[in-house]
């Protein structure tokens, strides 16, 4: 599977963005899609993640609450939607397809990344 993410940008601190990935590939169907996030000099870490019904989402402590991921079947394409957003928020946000969990590890298949900035 392939995977594109956008929607990255600036916003100001309490602004909202939504990142959209857009996946090709057979195995779409079947993949779990996580999101994860790396700040400068920081690891990359978990932030959100779907099962391929959409039906069991799991969610980061500190999005809790602020952001959402929805996926469209039909369209191949899985959201994050980010609201309230925080200056800690600001990082590079990749999607990722493959198992279901909070791992890095436990994706295979990785988006190349689009940078969200928000400003204080």
């Known amino acids: 599977v392939q995977l594109q993410a956008s929607g990255g940008g600036l916003v100001q601190a309490g602004g909202s963005l939504r990142l959209s990935c857009a996946a090709s590939g057979p195995t779409f169907d079947w993949s779990a899609i996580g999101w994860f996030r790396q700040a400068p000099g920081k690891e990359r870490e978990f932030v959100a993640s779907s099962s391929r019904s959409g039906l069991s989402t799991y969610y980061a402590d500190p999005v809790k609450g602020r952001f959402t991921i929805s996926r469209d079947n039909a369209k191949n394409t899985v959201y994050l939607h980010m609201n309230s957003l925080k200056p800690e928020d600001t990082a590079v946000y990749y999607c990722?397809?493959?198992?279901?969990?909070?791992?890095?590890?436990?994706?295979?298949?990785w988006g190349q990344g689009t940078l969200v900035t928000v400003s204080s």
């Open positions: 990722a397809a493959g198992n279901l969990g909070v791992e890095v590890r436990m994706y295979g298949f």
